[in-house]
């Protein structure tokens, strides 16, 4: 019914930046929520930045002041810029929203593809 899928990541020196986004498809009817999560090799899933639909946003502490989640509506779309990049924000990052699906109740809950994002020291 929906897919979320993601593009942006690849390889950057510390200090660097990168922008992701995450495009959701499908028969949507509003996007109530996008997050992004990453997973760090060797580490825990853990939720990065996340926006709502009323437009507040929220951060994981490593990332505040670096990190900023934005989305599109008109497009279905959310984003992530990346600025100061360090070694260790290296990851697979994951989009993840909860969606209303024209003619269905409930939320769709699901995940992106994952993209890789490489800082190199």
């Known amino acids: 019914q929906v897919q979320l899928v993601e593009s942006g990541g690849g390889l950057v020196q510390a200090g660097g930046s990168l922008g992701l986004s995450c495009a959701a498809s499908?028969?949507?009817?509003?996007?109530?929520?996008m997050a992004w999560y990453r997973q760090g090799p060797g580490k825990q899933l853990e939720l990065v930045a996340s926006m709502p639909s009323d437009g507040r946003t929220t951060y994981v502490d490593s990332v505040k002041g670096r990190f900023f989640i934005s989305r599109d509506d008109a497009k279905n779309t959310a984003y992530l810029q990346m600025n100061s990049l360090k070694f260790e924000d290296t990851a697979v990052y994951y989009c993840?929203?909860?969606?209303?699906?024209?003619?269905?109740?409930?939320?769709?809950?699901?995940w992106g593809q994952g993209t890789q994002v490489t800082v190199s020291s």
């Open positions: 499908g028969n949507i009817s509003r996007i109530n929520l």
């Open positions: 993840h929203a909860a969606v209303v699906v024209r003619g269905s109740p409930g939320s769709w809950r699901g």
